[in-house]
């Protein structure tokens, strides 16, 4: 029986980071269901949600409203969750002719803040960021093109992360991005993307879920999409980048462990959506992009146990 449970555990973690990402590849190659894109410039409500972000709001406004878009069709709003900062300030200085500041009394999250931002907004698209995220230029005219498509209702960017060469937590964090953008590029060409960086993705304003302010919405406004009969699909010409954010490796664990909790309340938030009958391809990649990998570190634990404790000679130690 241990060498069952060994052999399971292992042949799970191959399957995780090497099966599962060679079977979506294959199937993108074998019956891709392109998006039909085409110029496409319906009204925009560009949404930044910020608390406390004064060393970085004003860059970002800046980067903004230098986007490649008709600006009759561009509509910038700042939603501040309680900042204590200068950051209503300096949107209230720099920027007020052409961005309209959302501010909120106390602290609620980030999700409520953006329900807050949809309530006001009057755009057909809503496009979230983050406030340290920055745009190339041409990435809002590319994040729109797939809406072109009928069927498509959620479009999610391509992030670059930024790197210091010399910080291995960076290049870990990048390299692990480039990693779920490449599962991502595929997924999107099978059907549907999981999920999408709060960095950059876009949602038909009819199509957007308000949430409970413990849900991560990137991830569950992408579902809620797909239960209603819509692609979430992935724009790779809607380059952005996010900054490394100077965490140590302690800082870069805790949040980690932050968003795979809150993950996992997010499956449970959606568990009538994932019914092995109704959503099968969904449900399907849930399991092996999601649930299986976030159980990696106890499969790769239970493997090293067995290992050490009867020393079957196989000659492989796995640490936790």
């Not at 997924?187 to 876009?202: F, K, N, P, T």
């Not at 996010?242 to 938030?269: K, N």
Request: net charge neutral; with cysteine.
């Amino acid at each position: 029986m241990a060498a069952v449970i060994f052999w399971a555990a292992l042949a799970t973690v191959v399957y995780v980071y090497a099966g599962y990402p060679l079977l979506i590849f294959v199937l993108a190659h074998l019956r891709p269901r392109p998006v039909r894109q085409a110029p496409h410039t319906p009204t925009v409500s560009f949404i930044i949600a910020a608390y406390n972000e004064e060393a970085a709001i004003a860059s970002k406004l800046e980067n903004t409203l230098a986007l490649e878009y008709p600006r009759e069709r561009l509509e910038v709003i700042v939603v501040s969750d309680g900042s204590s900062d200068r950051t209503e300030d300096i949107v209230r200085t720099r920027s007020a002719e052409r961005v309209r500041l959302l501010a909120l009394d106390g602290r609620h999250g980030k999700t409520v803040a953006q329900n807050r931002a949809v309530e006001a907004a009057t755009g057909d698209v809503l496009v979230f960021s983050d406030a340290t995220t920055v745009y190339r230029p041409e990435a809002l005219r590319a994040l729109m093109a797939p809406f072109a498509d009928p069927e498509v209702g959620c479009v999610a960017g391509w992030v670059i992360m930024g790197v210091e060469q010399q910080a291995s937590i960076h290049q870990g964090r990048s390299a692990y991005a480039d990693y779920e953008q490449w599962l991502r590029r595929y997924e999107s060409l099978v059907h549907s993307i999981l999920g999408a960086s709060g960095a950059v993705y876009a949602v038909r304003r009819l199509l957007y879920t308000p949430l409970e302010s413990d849900v991560i919405s990137d991830m569950v406004q992408v579902v809620k999409v797909v239960e209603q009969g819509y692609r979430a699909v992935l724009a790779e010409d809607a380059v952005v980048y996010e900054p490394g954010e100077g965490r140590v490796i302690g800082e870069e664990l805790e949040r980690r462990t932050r968003i795979i909790t809150r993950g996992l309340r997010g499956q449970f938030y959606l568990r009538r959506f994932f019914h092995p009958l109704r959503h099968p391809w969904f449900c399907f990649q849930v399991l092996s992009h999601r649930l299986l990998r976030w159980g990696v570190p106890v499969f790769l634990r239970n493997s090293s146990m067995i290992s050490a404790t009867r020393g079957e000679g196989v000659g492989l130690r796995f640490s936790s």
